[in-house]
C-alpha cells in the first residue's frame, strides 16, 4: 500500500536536546510538507520540498532543520533554539509543487517535553 | 495572518442531522478548495474538494457549497452519523502554488 510513515509515533524531548521525526512516502511524490498542529490553530507549515536537495521555509521555520537527500524521505530535526516544540507534527507530500493536487498526510508524531 | 477563516469551532448533531461547516477566504487567487477529515491520534484525510468553476459539489452524504463572490465555502454532512464525529478543516491553495491554508479546524461531535 502507498503512503506516508511517520516515525516515532510519540517522541520526548529533554531541555537542549535536538530531536529528529522521520517522514517517508512511497507514492513517488516530488513535494513533501512539515506542520505543526496546534489545538485550535489548525495546521501551520514548518519547512516544504519541491523536489529533491532542495527546501524552502514555511510561516513558522525557526528552530527547525530538514533535509531532503531522497525523494522519499524529509525528516525534520526541532533543535533546541525551539522553545515551545510540544505539538502534533505533520507530514504530507503531494504529487508536484506547481500542479494543484491534494496533500496525502501521514499519521504523525506527538512531541513531548520531558 | 489568517488567510481562511472556519466556524463553528465545535459542532454537536444529533443522529441523522445535518451538519454544517463554514470557511470563508481572502485571497482571490485561491482556486482549489479541499476539506480533510481528521480522527483523534491520525493524520487528515482528504474528504472531498471543490474549484471555483462550479457551485456544488456532493460526493455520497458530503456536499460542499461554493460562492465565489462572498469568498465563503461550506461542507454540509447529510444524515450525519456518530462515525462522522471528527475534525474537520477546510482548505484553500492557487494553483501556481501549492502553498496550502487551513482553517483553524471544527470538531464535530455526533450524538447517537
Known amino acids: 500500500d502507498g503512503g506516508i510513515t511517520q516515525s516515532p509515533k510519540y517522541l520526548f524531548r529533554k531541555e537542549g536536546q535536538n530531536v529528529t521525526l522521520s517522514c517517508e512516502q512511497n507514492?513517488?511524490?516530488?513535494?513533501m510538507y512539515w506542520y505543526r498542529q496546534d489545538p485550535g490553530q489548525g495546521l501551520r507549515l514548518i519547512y516544504y520540498?519541491?523536489?529533491?536537495?532542495?527546501?524552502q521555509k514555511g510561516d513558522i521555520a525557526e528552530g527547525y532543520s530538514v533535509s531532503r537527500e531522497k525523494k522519499e524521505s524529509f525528516p525534520l530535526t526541532v533543535t533546541s533554539a525551539q522553545k515551545n516544540p510540544t505539538a502534533f507534527y505533520l507530514c504530507?507530500?503531494?504529487?508536484?509543487?506547481?500542479?494543484?493536487?491534494?496533500?496525502?498526510f501521514g499519521d504523525g508524531t506527538r512531541l513531548s517535553i520531558l | 495572518q489568517q488567510q481562511v477563516k472556519q466556524s463553528p469551532q465545535s459542532l454537536i448533531v444529533q443522529k441523522g442531522g445535518i451538519s454544517i461547516i463554514n470557511c470563508a477566504y481572502e485571497?482571490?487567487?485561491?482556486?482549489?478548495f479541499p476539506w480533510y477529515q481528521q480522527f483523534p491520534g491520525k493524520g487528515p484525510a482528504l474528504l472531498i474538494a471543490?474549484?471555483?468553476?462550479?457551485s456544488e459539489k456532493k460526493e455520497g452524504r458530503f456536499t460542499i457549497s461554493f460562492n465565489k463572490s462572498a469568498k465563503q465555502f461550506s461542507l454540509h454532512i447529510m444524515d450525519s452519523q456518530p462515525g462522522d464525529s471528527a475534525t474537520y478543516f477546510c482548505?484553500?491553495?492557487?494553483?501556481?502554488?501549492?502553498?496550502?491554508?487551513f482553517g483553524a479546524g471544527t470538531r464535530l461531535t455526533v450524538k447517537p
Open positions: 504530507a507530500s503531494s504529487i508536484a509543487w506547481t500542479v494543484n493536487q491534494p496533500q496525502h
Open positions: 507514492l513517488n511524490h516530488d513535494a
Open positions: 520540498s519541491q523536489i529533491v536537495n532542495d527546501f
Open positions: 485571497n482571490t487567487a485561491f482556486d482549489y
Open positions: 471543490i474549484r471555483p468553476d462550479v
Open positions: 482548505a484553500a491553495t492557487s494553483y501556481n502554488n501549492n502553498d496550502m491554508r
